[in-house]
C-alpha cells in the first residue's frame, strides 16, 4: 500500500522510500473531489476521510499518491488539489468498476516514484514498471523457482524490502475485509505471506497485467485516433473511413501514446499491446520496406501500418480477481 518510491542508480541510501496509502482511500479522495468540480483544498479532503475513520497516516500520506501517481496537481502554496481530466473521468465520475480499476492502474502503474530529492538520489526512474519488470524477468528465466520479495530486492540492487512490499499490496489481490487487505488492490501480482517481509512470495499475474494495459491503451486510441486523423486528413474518423483514408503509419500512433501515462514496461511491452488492441479491435497491418519511410513495431516492417476498419472503441477490462470474464 504505497503512494510513491523513489528509486535512484547509486546511492549508500535504500534506493526506496513509500509511505502506505490504500487505493481504497486514494480512489475515494478522488471521487470526493471529483464531488466538488474536481479541485478542493487539501483540509476539506483531510475532513472527508476523517469522517470516513481513514488512519491518520492515510489523511496525510494521500497527497503523496495524488501527485505522484500523476492523478493531480497539488498545489503546496495554494493548498489546492485539481485532478487531471483521465483520473476525473475514469475515477471520479464513473460508476463503473472496471474504469475505476483502469484509472486506479494507470496512476500505479505510470507513478510508484518520486521525483524529489534528485540531487541526493540521482537519476529517478519509474519505481512501480521496474519492480513489475525484474519479477517478471525472474519468472520467465526461472519459471519452477519460488519468486520472493528479498530475491526481486536483489535483482533491484535494493538494500530494503519494505517500500517494495508496501507497492505490492497495491498491486496485489483485492480483499474485502475491512480490517485487512485492500478490495480496490489490482490483482496484477499474486502474494503470499512469509515469516518476514523478505520472505514474501509474489507471483505476476500476466494475463491480469495485459489485459489492464490492453483496455487503457484501447481507451488512449479512442483519443488518439481522431487526434491523428483531424491533422492528417480534417476530417472526423467516420468520414475518412468512408472516402477510404483508413492507414495510419504505426510511428504515429506510437509518438502520440508515448505522451500518454505510461501502463507499458518497456518499448517492446508497448508494441506488444499497440498489436493486440489492433487485432481484438479488427484492425489489419500493412508492410514496407526498409526504405518505407516509417519503423515498425518490434523491428518488423510487417507492421509498419495499421489499417482501420471502424472507429476505435474502450476494450472491457477482464480481471478474474474483481470479478469482470
Same mark, same amino acid.
Given at each position: ?20 496509502? &490504500?487505493? /481504497?482511500? $486514494?480512489?475515494?479522495? @478522488?471521487?470526493?473531489?471529483?464531488? +466538488?468540480?474536481? !479541485? #478542493?483544498? =487539501? ?13 491518520p ?35 471520479g ?18 507513478g510508484?516514484?518520486?521525483r &524529489?530529492? /534528485?540531487? $541526493?538520489?540521482?537519476? @529517478?526512474?519509474?519505481?512501480?514498471? +521496474?519492480?513489475? !519488470? #525484474?519479477? =517478471? ?147 489489419e ?7 518505407g ?5 518490434l ?27
Amino acid at each position: 500500500m504505497s503512494s510513491f518510491v523513489a528509486w535512484a542508480g547509486t546511492s549508500a541510501q535504500s534506493l526506496l522510500s513509500a509511505q502506505p496509502v &490504500s487505493l /481504497k482511500w $486514494t480512489r475515494e479522495a @478522488i471521487r470526493y473531489v471529483a464531488s +466538488r468540480g474536481n !479541485a #478542493a483544498f =487539501r483540509s476539506e479532503i483531510v475532513a472527508h476521510l476523517s469522517r470516513l475513520e481513514a488512519p491518520p497516516s492515510t489523511q496525510k500520506g494521500v497527497f503523496s499518491t495524488l501527485a505522484n501517481c500523476g492523478f493531480a496537481r497539488v498545489s503546496e502554496s495554494s493548498r489546492k488539489v485539481v485532478l487531471e481530466d483521465w483520473t476525473c473521468h475514469l475515477i471520479g465520475n464513473s460508476a463503473q468498476k472496471a474504469e475505476n480499476l483502469c484509472g486506479l492502474a494507470i496512476g500505479v502503474l505510470n507513478g510508484g516514484y518520486s521525483r &524529489s530529492k /534528485k540531487e $541526493t538520489y540521482g537519476e @529517478i526512474v519509474p519505481g512501480t514498471r +521496474r519492480l513489475l !519488470a #525484474a519479477i =517478471r524477468r525472474i519468472s520467465r528465466e526461472e519459471p519452477s523457482s519460488r519468486i520472493t520479495l528479498e530475491r526481486v530486492c536483489e535483482e533491484l540492487n535494493e538494500r530494503g524490502t519494505v517500500s517494495a512490499y508496501c507497492l505490492l499490496e497495491n498491486l496485489g489481490l483485492p480483499s474485502d475485509s475491512e480490517a485487512h487487505g485492500d478490495p480496490w488492490a489490482l490483482g496484477i501480482v499474486s502474494q503470499r505471506g512469509g515469516r518476514d517481509k523478505a520472505s514474501y512470495q509474489v507471483n505476476l499475474n500476466e494475463d491480469v497485467l495485459t489485459a489492464y494495459q490492453v483496455s487503457i491503451v484501447s481507451l488512449y486510441f479512442t483519443e488518439i485516433i481522431p487526434e491523428i486523423f483531424q491533422e492528417k486528413w480534417g476530417a472526423n474518423v467516420p468520414d475518412a473511413l468512408s472516402n477510404k483514408l483508413d492507414i495510419v503509419p504505426a510511428a504515429t500512433i506510437k509518438a502520440k501514446l508515448l505522451r500518454r501515462p505510461p501502463v507499458w514496461l518497456n518499448n517492446d511491452d508497448l508494441d506488444s499491446v499497440m498489436l493486440e488492441v489492433a487485432k481484438q479491435l479488427g484492425y489489419e497491418w500493412w508492410g514496407s520496406d526498409a526504405r518505407g519511410g516509417t519503423e515498425g513495431l518490434l523491428g518488423n516492417q510487417r507492421f509498419a501500418f495499421m489499417r482501420m476498419t471502424r472507429e476505435p472503441k474502450a476494450i472491457q477490462l477482464k480481471n478474474r480477481f474483481h470479478g469482470l470474464f
